[in-house]
Structures are given as C-alpha cells and as structure tokens.
C-alpha cells in the first residue's frame, strides 16, 4: 500500500481569546489590562486518509471540527502539528494546494450572487484552467445528476437553498479536485434535498474516486456515506474507524415518544412492556418518552406490546442525535485517549 | 485512472495566457455586476452636479471678496475659471476612480466570506485589483461621461492648455485608480487585525476627499502641509491629475510626476501584498 493521501500529525490549533471582565469598572480595567486566555480548539490531531475514502468528521458545536477543516484547506495556520495533502503543506503553498481541492462550506455560497450561475461556472472554468472539453463534460455529469440545467441561468440571489446547495456542489467539482471537503453540506434542506446531495456524493466519489472528507451533524450523512468516522470533542479525537465499529460500542439508542388516550403514570407504561429492556425517561399524563436499543430488542417488538397495553393514539422513533452518541463515546472512555 | 490512486499531487502553475484570460474575466464580471446595479448611479449624476455647483459658488463668492487683495488676479494660485475647473474635473475624475474595496474587503473578513477566496488558486489582491478596473470600466461609461455631458457645458469648462494633456490626464487618472484601490485594499486588511473597523471606515471617508486635493486644491494650505503631502500618496490621486490638466506640470516636470505616480502605485501594490500575505498566516477567519 502506498502512502496515505492526507496525513496530520500532532496538529494544534490555539486561539487567544479576551476575557471580559464585568461592570463598567471592569470594562475599564479592560481597556488598560485585558485579561488574556489561551483556548485549545484543537489539540493534537492526528489520522491518515488514503485516496478515495470518504470520512465523516464529526463532532458537538465548538468540538474543533471547522478549525481543522480551515487548516486542512489552507485557510487557517496551526499553532504547532504537520499536515501534507499529496507532498503539499496547506497553507504553505496555497495557490498550488488549493488547484486540486474543493470545499463547500454549509450556509456560505462560492458562487458570485448577483450573477446567473453560469457566469460563476465560467468564472471556476477560467480560475482552474479547465479545458472546454472537460467542462462540458463534468457540466453534463452535474446536470444527470443534480438537474441544475434548468437554473443555470438565473442569479444565484434567486435560487433557493436547496438549489444553490446542488450548485455550489457542482462549483466544488468542476476542476475534478483530489480531495473535496464539505462542512455540513446538507444543513437546512429538505429531505428529499438532502437524499439528492447524498446520492450524487456517492455517486462522484465512485466516479472520480475524490476524497471526501466531511462535517455534519445529520447521522444520516454519516450512516449513508461514510464508512469511517472520526470523533473529535474538545479539540481531541476521541474515535478513529469503522461506522460498525462505533455502533457496535455505543449501541443504537432509540427515543421513542407515544402520546395516549388517557393519562397514565410511567410505572403503567413500564408494565406493559414488562420484562423487555426499555428505559422509561420521563412523562406524566398523556406523553411519555422511553429509550431502548436496537441491538438488544427490535422496535416493533416494543411497539407491539405497547399497542396491545395501553390506547396508544401516536407514537414516534427517533434516531440518537450525534451529540450523544458523542457523549456517549466520551463516557464510555472517561477520559481521552493520550 | 492511474492519476486518481497516486498519493502526489501534480505540480500546477497557470500559464501567462490562463493569467490574462482569468484578470480580464474578472474585469468583465465586475462591469456585468454594477451594470445590475446602474440605476443607482443615476442619482449620481444628480448628486456630483449639485457638489460642483456648491463649490462654484462658494469660489465664486470667494474670489469676488478676495480678488482685490491680489493684484494678479490669483487666490491660491489659481484663477477664477482654473478654479471652477478644478473643481470639475476633480469631481470628474472622482467619479472614475472611486471604489469600495476597503468596505468590502473588511466586511468579507469580518463575516468570514473571505474564507471561500482563500480555498481558490489566485490571489486575492490582484483579483480586486481587477475587479476595481471592471469597476471603473463602468464608472467610465455610465457615470463619468454622463457627468461631463451635464458640467462641462453648464460651467464652461474650459480644456487643457494642450491637447495632449487629455491623454495624459487620462493616464494619471488611470494610475490615481491603482493608488486609491491599493490604500483601499491596505486599508481593508486592518480588519484581520481589529474587531470593529467601522470607526476607521469612516475616518476615511470624512479625510480621503480632503486628503487627496478634491475638496480644496493644496495650494491653499500652508507650505508645511504641502510638503508634508508631497510625501504622501494622497494627492496622486486627484491634486496631481487635475493639476496635469489645468497645464501646471509641463515637460521634464510632467514626466516626473507620472514618473513619481507609477512609483507610488507599484510601491503600494507590494506593500498590499506583503501585509496581506503576513495577515492571511495569522488568519483567524471569524465564524464557521
């Protein structure tokens, strides 16, 4: 096997913050002696990536995650660590870095806004040096695969986000980078959206086989994309591999919300499904929330002795929210690994 | 595809025909953008026509009361009707070179917009410098010929002493152009380093038109200042090219101060680059 397309190593990230003090004397004291704090956004990162592979990046608010994801791009020097993309340093040769990656960050548009898309294509056409035949033709992959077609032609200020998000994709791929980097690349679409983004990312990948590395806070993205994750919290990784893996370790938590006919108490609910292991969290009177695992018992067989116990008028399941499987992951090991 | 397994990334330099064809679609994206936006600049027109009747009615009243302390006819050095024409062309010229890099490029830093330039393979200076030239190209068009269509004939201003001083004119606007956007650019690389910029921003505004000549010619102030600004940039922006039309700079002296401005502009581009280049590697890009 050859070496591994992206390597960090020790990479670190420092911020100096000012901390306020309070009042108005305070503020004063402030102005003349601001207290100076030293913040560790990330400490001591360190993964390979081989070509190819696609790798869910992923982490609560505030974990670290877009830092390093500046830093992977260039955009951002690290305080101390290493990392080569293909015997390139990021933020040391910039200009020649960036010629081979993409990157679409979430809510914030590359496309030129007060133009019509193609304009903004022509434009990456020009910045990448991509020949007409090649632009043509990756334009004619994006329009199967994303329909942006029939919007090229309006300004990007009228697309809506669903849209744009398909082309700023598009924008992201047309010079056919080695490595695409996507920090929440389906937050606020829809579903049917979303499932678009999803199934052209795979699409590309199995195409160009470009590496993607990418954030998100939708389970989904991770479920469906990624076989391999890495969990940051804190600025530390606190998992390195498989998606199987994780699962396997924290199990798959389920929320189950029923709301009922009649008013009940939780010691009436936890009858009815008796022996079965099922965690009633919390509810009185007609809603009830519980947990359970997938692994040790099947949702329908829940559901069942549910329905035949109580008048159960609705009920919902909901998958665990990545923060706590976060958390989950975090408690499990006590502390970080070193 | 061998090209997609290997772990190197190929080694890519833009060719000089890349180079011309990217800066000259940016000028072209530039124009396309104001030209979006061209109605604002017919309140413009509005706007620069009442400034230069302002102003030629105050010198008018100036030189009335003034005129008889100075036997030759002079106030500031200048007379009467070299006056009514500085202030033309100076609004004239205004109208071409003005830009809002600095807002702009301090608002991009501060919301982290910044951040979607840096992720491409270009520089950000060069591209603004581009797109200012777009900029101008419209200002060109839709602003400053309207504006001369309107004063010109309204105050009888009168043309340079020679015909060949128009060109020249239109060079030293040109280069006036490079000089205003380059402090612009410097200007809007302080945000990289303050919270708030807004205080400087309008700082700027208040003191640029003052600095630069376009308010009250320089001869005006005392000597002190005039040789305090003979070794700023400020008054290559407008002072030296009004004075280059009014017939003021002539021969060896005409070439000095083109001379003096091309310096002035590649000076400053180089120090837009070093600071921008010093900043970006303490970036710290706001926001996610």
Redesign the interface.
């Given at each position: 096997m050859?070496?591994?397309?992206l390597q960090v190593r020790g990479l670190t990230r420092d911020?100096r913050l000012i901390k306020k003090r309070e009042g108005v004397s305070g503020g004063l004291i402030d102005l003349v002696r601001p207290r100076r704090e030293l913040l560790r956004a990330v400490d001591d990162v360190s993964f390979e990536i081989?070509?190819?592979e696609m790798v869910g990046y992923i982490g609560a608010n505030g974990a670290g995650k877009?830092t390093t994801l500046?830093m992977l791009?260039?955009?951002?020097?690290p305080t101390s660590g290493e990392v080569t993309?293909?015997?390139?340093v990021p933020?040391r040769e910039?200009?020649?870095?960036?010629?081979?990656?993409g990157?679409v960050?979430?809510?914030?548009?590359?496309l030129?806004w007060?133009?019509a898309v193609v304009?903004s294509f022509?434009?990456l056409q020009?910045?990448?040096?991509v020949d007409e035949q090649t632009y043509q033709r990756q334009m004619g992959i994006f329009d199967d695969l994303l329909d942006i077609g029939d919007y090229l032609h309006q300004p990007v200020r009228k697309l809506s986000l669903g849209q744009r998000m398909r082309c700023d994709l598009a924008a992201a791929l047309l010079h056919r980078p080695?490595v695409l980097f996507l920090?929440?690349p389906t937050i606020g679409l829809d579903v049917v959206a979303k499932e678009n983004v999803r199934q052209f990312l795979r699409e590309i990948r199995e195409r160009?086989?470009?590496t993607i590395i990418l954030t998100t806070h939708d389970i989904g993205d991770i479920e469906q994309l990624c076989r391999r994750v890495i969990i940051i919290d804190k600025g530390r990784v606190h998992f390195d591999g498989e998606l199987e893996d994780l699962r396997r370790r924290v199990g798959q938590k389920v929320r189950l919300t029923v709301d009922l006919r009649d008013t009940a108490t939780s010691a009436e609910l936890a009858a009815t499904t008796g022996d079965l292991p099922v965690r009633w969290t919390s509810g009185e009177g007609r809603r009830h929330q519980a947990e359970f695992n997938r692994s040790e018992v099947p949702g329908a067989e829940v559901i069942k002795r549910l329905v035949n116990g109580a008048h159960v008028l609705d009920l919902s399941l909901a998958e665990q929210p990545i923060e706590e499987v976060v958390r989950d992951i975090y408690r499990q090991q006590g502390r970080p690994t070193p | 595809m061998s090209e997609t397994t290997t772990s190197r990334l190929a080694p890519w330099r833009r060719s000089a025909a890349g180079s011309v064809g990217l800066y000259s679609y940016f000028v072209r994206l530039a124009f396309l953008k104001f030209l979006a936006y061209r109605l604002r600049y017919y309140t413009g027109v509005v706007s620069y026509t009442i400034f230069v009747t302002g102003h030629y009615y105050i010198y008018s009243a100036l030189f009335a009361s003034a005129v008889a302390d100075s036997p030759d006819g002079l106030v500031g050095g200048l007379t009467l009707p070299e006056m009514i024409t500085y202030v033309a062309v100076s609004w004239i010229g205004r109208s071409f070179y003005f830009n809002n890099i600095a807002r702009e490029l301090s608002r991009q830093i501060q919301e982290g917009e910044i951040a979607v330039l840096l992720i491409k393979p270009f520089h950000v200076q060069t591209v603004m410098m581009f797109e200012a030239i777009g900029e101008s190209g419209f200002r060109l068009l839709m602003f400053t010929l309207p504006i001369m269509v309107v004063i010109v004939p309204l105050f009888r201003i009168q043309g340079p002493p020679e015909p060949m001083l128009y060109l020249w004119t239109f060079v030293s606007f040109c280069l006036a152009l490079v000089i205003y956007s380059q402090f612009n650019f410097l200007l809007g690389c302080l945000a990289f380093g303050m919270k708030n910029i807004q205080g400087v921003m309008r700082a700027k505004m208040v003191s640029m038109d003052f600095l630069t000549g376009v308010v009250v010619p320089f001869t005006f102030f005392p000597l002190w200042f005039q040789h305090l600004m003979d070794w700023l940039p400020f008054q290559y922006v407008s002072y030296i090219p009004v004075t280059i039309y009014l017939g003021k700079h002539q021969g060896p002296d005409l070439a000095r101060v083109l001379l003096v401005q091309l310096a002035w502009s590649v000076a400053l581009f180089v120090a837009g680059r070093f600071v921008w280049q010093r900043s970006v590697r303490n970036v710290i890009v706001q926001g996610g």
């Open positions: 050859s070496e591994a397309l911020y081989p070509a190819g877009s500046k791009t260039g955009i951002l020097t993309v293909g015997g390139l933020w910039r200009v020649q870095y960036t010629r081979h990656i990157a960050f979430g809510q914030r548009t590359q030129w007060d133009l304009e022509r434009l020009k910045i990448y040096e080695r920090d929440e160009d086989g470009v | -």
